[in-house]
């Protein structure tokens, strides 16, 4: 398995302005992954992050909305930028293990944006 | 259609029953199978993890999977109030994304 950590745990957030999340991983990883939790809803993944490389968004997200840095193979960061009411939800990082696609999960961002 | 279909409960059941959650889908390529709990305010814990179909065993929690019935069920023995969680069933085909199901709140009373 891994451990995971996030940074915040939770934030409320003016509408307009950006909020960026980190995510550390006790070991080194190729693959990490952002997902969107809304409220009584599943995950959804925004986008796949390798690093050394661009990440890659899923349909629906995009680049300038969800800016994702991947320096190194333990460590990325989300940006939420010009958030909106409608962008309060959990947000959550993981990292695949093992090449077997299994995926662990760190404890998760809430964000509520007012 | 949903690729991955599961029913979001609530389901409630008294301590000590034998509880079943499921997830059916419908993209048969999927090749890899999961469970994850997921508490309130938590992020989702990998329960269980299987690969083609069969059961696998761990503990109080089995997971089965009958790939030609699209179908993957999780049972759980023996539960606690301590299992009250929601479960999402999630899938993938090798090096794919997981496809997450909505998830089932399970309440286990005391």
């Known amino acids: 398995s891994a451990v995971i950590s996030q940074k915040p745990s939770r934030d409320i957030c003016q509408r307009g302005t950006s909020l960026t999340i980190q995510c550390q991983v006790d070991s080194q990883v190729t693959m990490m992954f952002w997902y969107r939790q809304q409220p009584g809803q599943s995950l959804t993944l925004i986008a796949t992050a390798n690093q050394g490389s661009e990440a890659t968004y899923e349909s629906g997200f995009v680049i300038d909305k969800f800016p994702i840095s991947r320096p190194n193979l333990t460590f990325s960061t989300l940006t939420v930028s010009n958030m909106s009411p409608e962008d309060s939800s959990i947000y959550l990082c993981?990292?695949?293990?093992?090449?077997?696609?299994?995926?662990?999960f760190g404890p998760g961002t809430r964000l509520t944006v007012t | 259609q949903k690729e991955v279909e599961q029913d979001p409960g609530p389901l409630s059941v008294p301590e000590g029953a034998i509880v079943s959650l499921n997830c059916t889908y419908s993209n048969s390529a999927f090749q890899y199978f999961m469970w994850y709990r997921q508490y309130s305010r938590k992020g989702p814990e990998l329960l269980m993890y299987?690969?083609?179909?069969g059961n696998k065993e761990d503990g109080r929690f089995t997971a089965q999977v009958d790939k030609s019935s699209k179908y993957i069920s999780l049972f759980i023995r023996d539960s606690q109030p301590s299992d009250s969680a929601t479960y999402l069933c999630?899938?993938?085909?090798?090096?794919?994304?997981?496809?997450f199901g909505a998830g089932t709140i399970l309440r286990v009373k005391s």
């Open positions: 993981s990292v695949e293990k093992g090449g077997s696609d299994e995926q662990y």
């Open positions: 299987t690969y083609s179909s």
């Open positions: 999630a899938m993938s085909r090798y090096g794919n994304k997981l496809v």
